[in-house]
């Protein structure tokens, strides 16, 4: 079946202790992405990643860092979490190019806590 | 700059009734727009998308949309709702020179409710 996989589905931390969202995508997709859901803000992306070794930033980059070391992991990174950190987690992947047939598939999400 | 504007940010129809949720792009060319929907506590899943050709697209669970250029609109339209139907509504349009056309670009959603 393809999938987009997270983990955690949800996780309570303490400000500033580094954590790591994994992002896992069975389907051989060379883009992925991480959005942050915010009530009444929708889904902003955060980074994204056009194959592997290749990352660069979205609209709300600051204080997170990925890595795409293989082609099916994206993770994300809070180096130094903070309270404003606290959101709904999604990972995407899907074909990369102008495509008709693309679309983004998205994991379950992980609802993040910072205390 | 690109963007996607959803007007409405909350609204309740009774269950059986027509449902419209509106969607406004900023593009500058032919845009690849789509809606998804999430239900409460769960991920995304999309609805319909539009590319090129016939701008009245059919999606999933009973659910259209019509792509107007001269309107910049991509109007989601369900002729009688039902109580499932409830979850929040999300217009995206791919993100132009993204690389890829699962690089969106997000409304800020609708939330439905749905009366009995």
Known sequence: ?115 | AQSVTQPDIHITVSEGASLELRCNYSYGATPYLFWYVQSPGQGLQLLLKYFSGDTLVQGIKGFEAEFKRSQSSFNLRKPSVHWSDAAEYFCAVGRKGGGSQGNLIFGKGTKLSVKP
Request: with cysteine; hydrophobic share 30%; aromatic share 10%.
């Open chain 1, 1 to 115: 079946e393809a999938q987009v996989t997270q983990n955690p589905r949800y996780l309570i931390t303490v400000t500033g202790k580094k954590l790591t969202v994994t992002c896992s995508q069975n389907m051989n997709h060379e883009y992925m992405s991480w959005y942050r859901q915010d009530p009444g803000l929708g889904l902003r992306q955060i980074y994204y990643s056009m194959n592997v070794e290749v990352t660069d930033k979205g609209d709300v980059p600051e204080g997170y860092k990925v890595s795409r070391k293989e082609k099916r992991n994206f993770p994300l990174i809070l180096e130094s979490p903070s309270p404003n950190q606290t959101s709904l987690y999604f990972c995407a992947s899907s074909l990369r190019g102008p495509r008709e047939n693309t679309e983004a598939f998205f994991g379950q999400g992980t609802r993040l806590t910072v205390v």
